[in-house]
């Protein structure tokens, strides 16, 4: 598989996300029905501290693996600058830091935490 080659970061980014995968099939120990039998009716679940556990390392493994890319990305970029000024550089360069996966990840976030919150209209 390509996980391999990528690094030890996304073959744990991978273990993660096929370990949430199994707690969620197991459903035992995976989420906690709420309100009795009525709430199972109707859908009503809470997530263990386990799913939320390897969830969370999941997502922090997932930015790593982001900034290790952008970093590799930036790093290769700069080892293979032309020696003549004539032949310009990448994209990557010219369009730091908007080239960056970890940049656009920031804007989003930033956007979305000044949002309004969302209205019953929005629903």
């Given at each position: 598989r390509a996980v391999a080659a990528e690094g030890p970061t996304v073959a744990l980014t991978s273990g993660?996300?096929?370990h949430a995968a199994a707690i969620e099939g197991r459903g035992g120990d995976l989420e906690e029905r709420l309100g009795g039998p009525e709430g199972a009716a109707c859908g009503y679940?809470?997530?263990s501290a386990r799913l939320t556990e390897v969830s969370d390392a999941r997502v922090q493994c997932s930015g790593?693996?982001?900034?290790?890319?952008?970093?590799?990305?930036?790093v290769k970029h700069l080892c293979c600058l032309p020696r003549h000024s004539s032949k310009g550089c990448g994209a990557l360069l010219l369009e730091l830091p908007r080239s960056l996966h970890c940049w656009r990840l920031v804007e989003r976030?930033?956007?979305?935490?000044?949002?309004p919150p969302p209205t019953a209209a929005d629903e």
């Open positions: 993660l996300a096929s679940w809470r997530h790593a693996v982001s900034a290790t890319a952008d970093a590799r990305a930036l976030a930033c956007a979305a935490a000044s949002a």
